[in-house]
């Protein structure tokens, strides 16, 4: 080989080595909701009617005074960067809401708004937790709150719960859990991918346990408030004597269908806000503009609009339930609250069609996939690796359709 030819095939062979990217990279992964929403895409690309049953996304549209309360906004050219923080009137109308919904007393400087609810679960456990401190973690549990724990270079200490429980943990596998290094417990109620509620006492049974640990903070996320089956919510931020160590996590996305707005929150102690408000100066900056002056309104005004789409939730939750039942093998509980199914399908392990092995939850979800055209999201993401998540965040045809599909498939695995 000539000078030139070796040359030329050297400057090749640097161009396909793996560019060398951060370590940070390697300690979490990507969610599994957003790969599975990926997948199900790009299927459609492909021509192929995929009924997407994985995303936890309102079907619905957001209501129309709110929408209106954006147009002013843009009208009134509310268009410049805002505070860190959130507009002063945005926070005050969280404290408003607090007041209104759950009797809890908050002022603005307990409150931080972020780019969604994500954010804001970012924000605080970048704030709280430092390397190899502890943070405890009931199973079944949203994905994204283990990956951020590892982010932050903390230890994720899983505590199993079970079906029979309600997927609920009790004060005495909370007591058993925690150490020295226990830095912070996190969990939502109702719960993502369960359905889980906790009663008031519930709570007071984990209060008691917390109460013995002064050193434990405890993050509650309540973005599923409103979509409730069961009754009034709880927040365990009702004990006053454990307040200053919660910190509520909230948003618009669920409750007022406004996924793509984009608007989470924060109420805690004003340290934490300050320290979440230092973080995300350097992240992001304030939140949008139009989208905060939209969320004033829809957290002070008229709540039939989310109270119609929860009505509209509980008939689908029906029809869903009983669709899931008749299939042969598969083992739930009556969701709660929120909009998921989260059904125990370890039955299915072991078989196969002939050419599909199923070994796994993961493995249904995508044999799910490909063959019944339903998307759905293993459990293995949540900590439950027995389970698949199910959404009823669709219309009862496409529930309906997607199950029609979902008993054919699963028909011919033996």
Not at 28 to 45: D, Q, S
Not at 313 to 328: C, Q, S, T
Request: contains cysteine.
């Amino acid at each position: 080989m000539d000078e030139i030819a070796e040359s030329l095939l050297l400057r090749a062979l640097k161009y396909i080595e793996p560019m060398q990217l951060s370590s940070l990279l390697q300690r979490f992964n990507e969610p599994e909701t957003l790969k599975m929403a990926k997948l199900g895409r790009e299927l459609r690309a492909k021509g192929i009617d995929v009924i997407d049953l994985s995303l936890g996304e309102p079907d619905f549209n957001t209501p129309e005074h709110i929408k209106e309360a954006a147009i002013l906004a843009i009208q009134n050219n509310w268009s410049h960067y805002t505070p860190v923080a959130g507009f002063a009137d945005l926070r005050e109308a969280i404290c408003t809401k607090f007041k209104r919904d759950n009797n809890l007393d908050y002022k603005p400087e307990n409150i931080i708004v972020s780019t969604g609810a994500k954010q804001s679960l970012a924000n605080t456990i970048l704030a709280l937790v430092d390397e190899e401190e502890e943070v405890i973690i009931p199973t079944p549990y949203w994905v994204t709150y283990s990956e951020l724990v590892k982010l932050a270079r903390g230890k994720v200490v899983e505590v199993r719960t079970s079906l029979t429980s309600e997927f609920k943990i009790t004060p005495e596998q909370l007591e058993n859990a925690i150490t020295p290094k226990t830095k912070l417990f996190m969990f939502s109620s109702p719960c993502n991918p369960s359905g889980t509620v906790y009663s008031r006492e519930e709570l007071e049974g984990l209060a008691e346990v917390f109460r013995k640990h002064p050193n434990v903070f405890i993050i509650s996320d309540e973005i599923y408030e409103y979509i409730n089956f069961v009754g009034s919510h709880e927040s365990i931020a009702q004990f006053s004597d454990l307040k200053d160590r919660i910190i509520i996590v909230n948003g618009l996305s669920k409750g007022f269908a406004m996924t793509g707005w984009r608007l989470g929150y924060i109420a805690a102690h004003p340290d934490i806000v300050k320290a979440c408000d230092k973080l995300q100066g350097q992240f992001t900056s304030g939140t949008n503009s139009i989208t905060q002056k939209a969320a004033v309104v829809a957290l002070t005004t008229d709540l039939a609009p989310s109270f119609e789409m929860v009505e509209e939730f509980k008939r689908r939750k029906k029809r869903i339930i009983e669709l899931a039942n008749e299939v042969p093998g598969w083992v739930l509980f009556d969701p709660q609250g929120a909009f998921y199914i989260f059904p125990k399908i370890s039955s299915y392990f072991g078989k196969s069609d002939g050419t599909n092995a199923i070994n796994n939850a993961s493995d249904l979800c995508m044999y799910l996939l490909n063959i019944a055209h339903v998307s759905s999201v293993s459990g293995d993401a949540f900590g439950e690796p027995e389970c698949i998540r199910f959404s009823f965040a669709a219309s009862l045809e496409k529930i309906e359709n997607a199950f029609s599909r979902i008993k054919e498939a699963l028909a011919k695995l033996n």
